[in-house]
């Protein structure tokens, strides 16, 4: 406000002769600017491949996504069956298991519309589309001593060594959105291989079903007649 006053054009006063053009500063504003910006792209688009390009001997896993839920399929056609809710009297959301210290590649694709795989722990999101696969990397942290989890799975709950990390859908797909939910649970190797093992035992039909019905269709049917997404299978 002090400068347009101060300057304003008064009548009978000419204007002060004005430059046009500085070459030096054009440069200097132009290359300081750019020079970071690209510094930044470099460092951005470093990240970038770090995300989307897997080591070798990663472990890959088939990542399928639909309104409202995950699904892991694992190298020997296995699929995790253990679940755990939210919070007290929730449905129960799957649990995948994954060894500690180790590289994951996830494929990912949707059988509806676009979601987006999001584990907080990792500060970092990927978009999972239809008709199309997208790629995902990242390595599972060394667990620490002392660190455990309580798996469920059995008749009796059993401590094993283990950190649970949540997973969560970053992209608006409906209703049940916000409760697209899964868990990553990072264990020992011989804990993770002892669980794929079991999972790809045979089954009895109905237990089988059962499985199914638990990791998958929970999310939104009933089978007590109860309100859900979509109708009782009362």
């Known amino acids: 406000v002090y400068w347009t006053i101060k300057y304003r054009r008064r009548p009978g006063v000419a204007p002060p002769p004005s430059p046009h053009h500085n070459t030096p500063l054009e440069i200097l ?49 296995a699929q995790s069956p253990e679940t755990q809710p939210l919070s007290e009297g929730e449905i129960g959301y799957p649990i995948f298991y994954v060894p500690e210290d180790s590289d994951i590649d996830l494929r990912m694709s949707s059988m509806d519309v676009i979601h987006a795989f999001w584990v907080p722990d990792f500060r970092t999101k990927f978009d999972v589309f239809p008709n199309r696969y997208t790629g995902f990397t990242f390595r599972t942290p060394r667990l620490n001593p002392g660190e455990t989890i309580i798996d469920r799975s059995g008749e009796q709950p059993v401590e094993l060594p283990g950190r649970d990390m949540w997973i969560f859908c970053a992209e608006y797909c409906g209703d049940d959105h916000s409760r697209m939910a899964a868990t990553l649970r990072i264990v020992p190797r011989q804990v993770y291989e002892q669980k794929l093992e079991s999972w790809n035992a045979d089954l009895p039909p109905v237990e089988l079903g059962k499985r199914i019905f638990e990791t998958r269709c929970a999310t939104c049917h009933t089978v007590d007649g109860s309100p859900g997404t979509g109708p009782t299978w009362r």
Request: aromatic share 18%.
């Open 29 to 77: 504003w132009t290359v300081v600017p750019s020079s970071a910006l690209l510094v930044i792209f470099v460092l951005g688009f470093w990240g970038y491949m770090q995300k989307v390009v897997p080591p070798a001997g990663s472990l890959e896993l088939k990542v399928s996504a639909w309104k409202w839920g995950w699904g892991v399929t694992y190298p020997n056609g």
